[in-house]
């Protein structure tokens, strides 16, 4: 009888551990679809917001301006909510490499333009992108950094710049 109950103890406790590998093996599965579902969530989201601004609330050309190498950057105006607001999307490659490394967006509402310090800053980063001369943006409180979420290749051919954002392709002149 004790040997009966020893057997059925052991033998109950082996299936445990079977059913908590499966289920620890489940939840790590699990768990790693979520992550990636977030990952792709919040590149189609940072794609949804590139999109709208270049191809729906913009309301004027695209001017670009480049560094030449690694960086390049593209500005537009933009009306949101009511307001006139500059935008610019700043692209830095990776060293020696065509993937993107730095991804920010930079808006200017009518405020920033018609202030005593930021006015001047803002205006002359407008005054740089029109004129097609890259300047280091150095004023962090317009920035938004989308760097992580940016998966993508970047790259300058003569006065052509191609975007690969996932299988979203992208040319500006």
């Known amino acids: 009888m004790l040997v009966e109950c020893l057997i059925s103890v052991s033998i109950m406790m082996v299936t445990l551990c079977f059913?908590?590998?499966?289920?620890?093996?489940?939840?790590?599965?699990?768990?790693?679809?979520?992550?990636?579902?977030?990952?792709?969530?919040?590149?189609?989201?940072?794609?949804?917001?590139?999109?709208?601004?270049?191809?729906?609330?913009?309301?004027?050309?695209?001017?670009?301006?480049?560094?030449?190498?690694?960086?390049?950057?593209?500005?537009?105006?933009?009306?949101?909510?009511?307001?006139?607001k500059y935008l610019i999307y700043d692209f830095h490659s990776q060293n020696n490499s065509t993937e993107i490394g730095r991804f920010t967006r930079s808006c200017f509402n009518q405020e920033d333009l018609t202030g005593s310090v930021s006015g001047e800053y803002c205006r002359m980063m407008i005054s740089n992108i029109s004129n097609g001369i890259y300047?280091?943006?150095?004023?962090?409180?317009?920035?938004?950094?989308?760097?992580?979420?940016?998966?993508?290749?970047?790259?300058?051919?003569?006065?052509?710049?191609?975007?690969?954002?996932?299988?979203?392709r992208y040319v500006f002149n």
């Open 19 to 84: 059913l908590v590998g499966f289920l620890n093996d489940c939840s790590a599965d699990l768990y790693d679809l979520i992550f990636e579902l977030e990952e792709r969530t919040e590149f189609n989201q940072l794609r949804m917001l590139f999109e709208n601004d270049l191809f729906i609330r913009r309301q004027s050309k695209i001017n670009t301006a480049t560094n030449g190498k690694d960086r390049f950057c593209i500005g537009f105006w933009e009306h949101t909510e009511g307001d006139l």
């Open 135 to 168: 300047s280091t943006q150095n004023q962090v409180k317009y920035q938004k950094d989308y760097s992580e979420h940016c998966k993508g290749h970047l790259s300058i051919d003569g006065n052509l710049i191609r975007i690969n954002l996932g299988d979203y």
